[in-house]
């Protein structure tokens, strides 16, 4: 099969991305080792189209110049030229992309258009409390009747999407996102640094960063060296100003001693930073499935993760980690200060997380379903 995704973030050298990015490339180059032809084609605001190859994954990204207003026209027309080119020179049997994908791009009958659920427009303003932008839902409602099939990361994003947009009797099915475990090794024990807590992801109000902060100091009444390293990008205000900067007005000078900010790393060092750690915490406030947790779970760390949205598909708490409210910090703490009084039993909970994550995030077979599902779509 050729196979091709619309992504505008293939991670690039250097360059942080999200866990979306990080999908993107593993899985792309799983299906390449399958020996199907994949191809992204991306729109960038870049000066030169480039074309290159990566692992054997053919990577278009299209140059465009933003013009206020007209920008959303001009990336359609561009996407869509690149998509015919690419069509005829390789016929393209499955088109993959985000939530709002498709809206502009014109359907081309012998090709099969899935969506995968990332987690679009709509499950985001309602997790995050705030208004559906008018234009951005009519895009994702317009994506959702183009597609052919869809394909969620987690049984909650696949339920909870169905709440505010139609599937439209397509075929919809579940498949995890797969995890590197050549990457995610299980961990040393004897690096653990006591008392540190270990937070990634973008540093942004809708990953509990804030909550996860305010923990500290109930966390410090009965253990008083507590810490927290925080590895991720900075998120912008809409003004393009620093929520870490405006986040640690939030707190004392006394409080911020307990907080190291180390910016976003690559990818691959993150189990350095995990194996560190001696629990991490992902208080996130809404994922639809998430990298980090399982991640860490499959270096056999203790994790405490969400109650919210996919938190209980993934831990079971006093089993294979913890889950707490993220928007209650006493809670946080309260999670924090059981799981470190358990100590005695960090190495059994560990081996039970990294069995459950080996399982469910295998690459092998979480590869061979995608495929089973693209050959399943009718015509």
């Not at 998509?83 to 081309?108: M, N, S, T």
């Not at 995968?116 to 499950?123: A, Q, S, Y």
């Not at 560990?350 to 080996?358: D, E, P």
Request: glycine content about 6%.
């Amino acid at each position: 099969m050729h196979i091709c995704l619309i992504s505008h973030e293939f991670p690039k050298p250097g360059v942080p991305h999200g866990g979306i990015g990080t999908f993107l490339k593993f899985y792309s180059q799983l299906l390449v080792s399958k020996g199907h032809r994949v191809s992204v084609i991306g729109v960038i605001a870049t000066a030169k189209r480039s074309v290159q190859d990566v692992n054997g994954v053919h990577i278009i990204e299209a140059a465009f110049k933003p013009k206020k207003g007209l920008t959303w026209i001009i990336k359609a027309r561009i996407l869509n030229s690149e998509l015919e080119q690419l069509h005829k020179q390789h016929p393209i049997d499955i088109l993959e992309g985000q939530e709002r994908a498709f809206a502009l791009v014109k359907k081309i009958p012998a090709i099969k258009h899935v969506v995968r659920l990332h987690g679009g427009h709509h499950f985001f303003a309602e997790g995050e409390n705030r208004k559906v932008d008018t234009w951005k839902g009519f895009l994702e409602k317009r994506s959702f009747a183009k597609a052919d099939a869809f394909i969620a990361v987690s049984d909650y994003v696949k339920s909870h999407t169905a709440k505010f947009l139609s599937y439209h009797n397509k075929p919809i099915t579940t498949i995890n996102y797969p995890i590197d475990f050549s990457q995610f090794y299980k961990a040393d024990a004897d690096k653990v640094k006591p008392n540190t807590l270990v937070f990634a992801g973008t540093v942004c109000e809708k990953k509990g960063i804030r909550q996860l902060m305010m923990a500290l100091p109930l966390i410090a009444e009965k253990f008083p060296e507590i810490s927290l390293d925080v590895y991720g990008r900075d998120w912008l205000f809409p003004n393009r100003s620093s929520y870490i900067e405006w986040l640690k007005k939030q707190f004392s000078s006394d409080e911020l001693k307990r907080v190291r900010f180390h910016g976003a790393i690559a990818h691959k060092e993150l189990p350095k930073a995990y194996e560190a750690a001696e629990i991490c915490v992902f208080p996130s406030h809404m994922e639809t499935q998430g990298l980090v947790a399982p991640e860490a779970m499959a270096m056999q760390k203790p994790v405490i993760f969400t109650t919210l949205g996919p938190g209980p598909e993934t831990i079971e708490p006093g089993v294979t980690g913890w889950l707490c409210n993220p928007l209650d910090p006493k809670d946080i703490a309260a999670k924090v200060i059981t799981a470190l009084e358990s100590r005695a039993q960090h190495q059994k909970i560990g081996q039970n997380a990294r069995t459950f994550a080996l399982n469910k995030f295998d690459a092998e077979r979480i590869v061979e379903e995608n495929l089973k599902f693209y050959s399943s779509l009718p015509g």
